[in-house]
């Protein structure tokens, strides 16, 4: 996963790496930062925001009732990091990429 900010601190880098390590899937059970679902985080410092780009939706089965449960499973993954990031960096707006 790529962090990208010029000169985004290694105490952010160490946040960022600790709240996707936190966030489990809940049908596997494996930190979101082992399953790839997050690609890239960006900081702006300038904005107050982290731009979280993922990769999940572009991999959602062809079967309609597979589809609608596993994007029931990437809803929730969405909202627990979203949650964590907010508690973990409270004055920064998280946006989704």
Known sequence: MEKEEVGMSPEMTRKIDA?????????????????GLVRRVRYSEKDKRLYIFTDAYRHLPHCVTCAAIAETVIATIVRDVTAEFQKEFPDLAIEFV
């Open 19 to 35: 709240v996707l390590e936190k966030i489990k899937d809940p049908e596997s059970g494996l930190p979101v930062a082992q399953l």
